[in-house]
């Protein structure tokens, strides 16, 4: 997080091409595999992508633990695949940009900027949560290069 808490960036490389690490986060069917941090699942029937600028983002978060519930209700700003992703949570006004470097041996550099943070995005504990969410992605794209990806 930056000095004054007005973004947060990440940044990872993941044994993938870009084209597949952006379908990743724009298919369902590969979205409930990872979306929500460690310890949610996110059901396929609760995603909604439509996947053009102004079109919608949502996903329903569901806590393995207790069965609660988050919705994540959002809508893309930019969709340039497989370069560049931007959507804004209609909630929070919290806006999210995914760019995607092709790193030319098989990898994808990944790097998300938040911004307009709401106070509960800035703590430690949601951003744990955040990065864990980034972990259950990797481990997807591990499984589709293994074959065990059901997708």
């Known amino acids: 997080m930056t000095a004054d808490q007005q973004e947060l960036l990440f940044h990872r490389v993941v044994g993938a091409a870009p084209d597949l690490v952006f379908a ?8 409930t595999a ?5 310890g949610t699942t996110s059901p396929r029937e609760s995603i ?13 978060m569901v806590s ?24 804004t949570d209609v ?10 470097e092709d790193l030319g041996d098989g990898r994808t550099g990944v ?16 951003q744990a949560g955040f990065l864990s969410s980034l972990d259950r992605f990797d481990d997807h794209l591990a499984d589709i290069a293994s074959g065990r990806a059901s997708r």
């Open 24 to 31: 990743c986060l724009t298919d369902p069917d590969h979205l």
């Open 34 to 38: 990872f979306w929500g941090p460690k």
């Open 111 to 126: 790097d998300i900027r938040q911004t307009h943070l709401p106070p509960g995005i800035r703590t430690q504990e949601a």
């Open 91 to 100: 909630d929070t006004g919290l806006h999210t940009t995914v760019t995607f």
């Open 64 to 87: 393995d633990h207790d069965g609660s519930s988050y919705r994540m209700r959002a809508v893309y700003d930019e969709v340039d695949p497989p370069r560049r992703l931007a959507w």
């Open 48 to 60: 909604e992508v439509d996947l053009r600028a102004g079109g919608v983002f949502t996903t329903l």
